[in-house]
């Protein structure tokens, strides 16, 4: 079983130059290795060859993907961009580090000028200069052209600032896209204590919805989580985001040592194969088709929810609070009254 719109998710390396305690990865603990750029474009390679009429996007992941090599990236780069029909390649980097022309020049040919980062109000910066730092990062790459999308992760700090607070600072960034992420119990996470209770989540998307309205700020940047939610109620669109239920049949993380896994968060952990298993195996692999099998069942509350129509049971991986779901439930909700009265 698998889409024909792939996504593989590359880790250079598994360890980073911060070690946030709300990571799905272990932070400046996580093993000091670096990826095979020629034996994981073969693996992606051969994934083609399994399914020729597959697309692709690869994101340079980790840890910090910078820390590897750009050199490498480049031959992996150079040795997948030919195999593909228009393949297309990003990557997710803290930009907590110095932006040297090496990384630039990688950045505006091969990214298209386009890049995701993080912000963690409390947790992502060990001091004032790492701030600055990643403040002044943002700048050069906007003032050079980028699309910067902005991944804020709803930490138990985060959502006690409140939306006010997030949505006024990434409007002063300038970057164009946010995407809020719910945290999962994976690496740094399952050590601290990072999450806020799924209700104070439902609220916080409720609060951030009447913000947005009072304050015209739906066109400040686009809001992703938001606007998938919105999406439901205007076009119809069910399945976007976090709510398609079908991640697991599409994601392939490739971690720095060789193994396979689905979604990255819980990479590390969950592998089903290895880039030395013929793409074939690793695809139908038992473990992976258990994985995606996991993925589609519901908990059965769902289906007694008057909002499940909008919500199709949200992410697989967020876990319920006794009776309390981790859905927009309370979001959903509102719309719902909104459009039909």
């Known amino acids: 079983m698998i ?31 670096y990826f095979d750029p020629k034996n994981v474009a073969n693996w992606v390679n051969g994934v083609k060859e399994c399914r020729p009429s597959a697309k692709a996007h690869f994101e340079f992941h980790g840890g910090e993907p910078f820390l590897a090599p750009v050199s490498d990236m480049w031959t ?8 593909w029909e228009n393949p297309t390649y990003g990557i997710t980097t803290n930009l907590v580090h110095k932006l040297t022309e090496e990384k630039l020049e990688f950045m505006d040919k091969v990214l298209n000028k386009r890049i995701g980062t993080s912000w963690d109000p409390t947790i992502r910066f060990d001091n004032k200069q790492q701030e600055d730092l990643f403040e002044s990062n943002v700048k050069l790459l906007l003032d050079r052209g980028y699309t910067i ?23 002063s960034l300038g970057v164009q896209e946010m995407a809020l ?65 079908d991640c697991e049949q599409k994601l392939f993380t490739i971690n720095a040592d060789g193994s396979i896994a689905g979604c990255p968060n819980s990479a590390p952990t969950s592998a089903f194969g290895h880039i030395d298993d013929d793409p074939s195996i690793v695809i139908n692999s038992p473990k992976r088709c258990e994985v995606i099998m996991s993925e589609l069942q519901r908990d059965p ?22 009776n309390v779901c981790a859905a927009p439930k309370l979001l959903m909700q509102e719309l719902d009254r909104e459009l039909h009265g």
């Open 149 to 171: 999308k902005l991944f804020v992760s709803l930490t138990n700090d985060a959502v006690q600032l409140g939306p006010k607070f997030i949505m006024e600072y990434v409007r």
């Open 76 to 83: 992996f780069y150079n040795l997948t961009k030919d195999k």
């Open 181 to 245: 992420e719910r945290i999962t119990h994976d690496g740094n996470a399952t050590e601290n204590a990072v999450f806020p209770s799924n209700l104070d989540l439902q609220i916080f998307f409720l609060t951030m919805h009447t913000f947005m309205k009072e304050n015209d700020a739906r066109d400040w940047f686009d809001n992703e989580f938001m606007e998938n939610v919105y999406s439901k109620f205007e076009t119809g669109n069910m399945g976007a985001g976090t709510f398609c239920r």
């Open 301 to 322: 509350r769902c289906y007694e929810c008057k909002v499940y129509k909008y919500c199709k049971g949200d992410c697989h991986q967020l876990v319920w609070e006794e």
């Open 3 to 33: 889409s024909d719109d792939l996504m593989f998710y590359i880790k250079t390396t598994e360890t980073c130059n911060l070690n946030c305690d709300h990571c799905f990865t272990s932070g400046k603990n996580g093993k000091k290795i």
